[in-house]
């Protein structure tokens, strides 16, 4: 069964950087693309980045461009989120999405805070 475990959050200061990762099996990695996203309290979930496949392209939200980087490492079945110049706004349960067979697999979320 598909499985995404995330790692690498924690609390963190204004400006400081976090690397998140999500560990994936049961299904095919490098055939898909893969996606983080992020729930702040209060608010609804939202696309945070995304990845292809093999990795030839991404996508930012706009609040994060600039700032953030997903990459993915397919012989690991890893994908990553290199969060740099954290602001507080960024706190937020981050979770590592994969869009396989139709369906939407979730990991269990990692909690980002940024505070001082």
């Known amino acids: 069964q598909v499985q995404l475990v995330e790692s690498g959050g924690g609390l963190v200061q204004p400006g400081g950087s976090l690397r998140l990762s999500c560990a994936a099996s049961?299904?095919?990695?490098?055939?898909?693309?893969m996606s983080w996203y992020r729930q702040a309290p209060g608010k609804e979930r939202e696309l945070v980045a995304a990845?292809?496949?093999?990795?030839?392209?991404?996508n930012y939200a706009d609040s994060v461009k600039g700032r953030f980087t997903i990459s993915r490492d397919n012989a690991q079945n890893t994908v990553y989120l290199q969060m740099n110049s954290l602001k507080p706004e960024d706190t937020a349960v981050y979770y590592c999405?994969?869009?396989?067979?139709?369906?939407?697999?979730w990991g269990q979320g990692t909690q980002v805070t940024v505070s001082s």
């Open positions: 990845i292809t496949s093999a990795g030839g392209s991404t």
């Open positions: 999405n994969a869009f396989v067979e139709l369906l939407h697999f």
């Open positions: 049961g299904f095919t990695f490098s055939s898909y693309a």
